[in-house]
Nanobody, 121 residues
Framework: QQLLVESGGGLVQAGGSLRLSCVAS????????MGWYRQAPGNQREEVAA???????NYADSVQGRFFISRDNAKNTVYLQMNSLKPEDSAVYFC???????????????WGQGTQVSVSS
């Protein structure tokens, strides 16, 4: 069973919008921070946005003002609304969660399998 399941990727024209969703498994005992990373071919994986369970957010400079992260703690779900998409936003987007699987376990970073976002010019 996957701990994080992403959806919402696809192909869109430049200037368009997409919304990514990520549902965290009920196996998590607790989740502190959820967010998104991305990796384009030949590039290092980079953090795009993150949100704490208290609602504090952080964005990469490259997406500030265009991408918006939100979270529904009751549904263990994080969203990434991506607007004004550019070809350079094309990448595999990975959902991440910093959390515990048991009360006695250490906090660890868990990754989803990724969803492809492609932006055509």
């Amino acid at each position: 069973q996957q701990l994080l399941v992403e959806s919402g990727g696809g192909l869109v024209q430049a200037g368009g919008s997409l919304r990514l969703s990520c549902v965290a498994s009920g196996r998590f005992f607790s989740i502190i921070t959820m967010g998104w990373y991305r990796q384009a071919p030949g590039n290092q994986r980079e953090e795009v946005a993150a949100i704490t369970n208290g609602g504090l957010t952080n964005y990469a400079d490259s997406v500030q003002g265009r991408f918006f992260i939100s979270r529904d703690n009751a549904k263990n779900t994080v969203y990434l609304q991506m607007n004004s998409l550019k070809p350079e936003d094309s990448a595999v987007y990975f959902c991440v969660a910093d959390g515990k699987l048991a009360s006695w376990s250490s906090t660890a970073k868990y990754w989803g399998q990724g969803t492809q976002v492609s932006v055509s010019s």
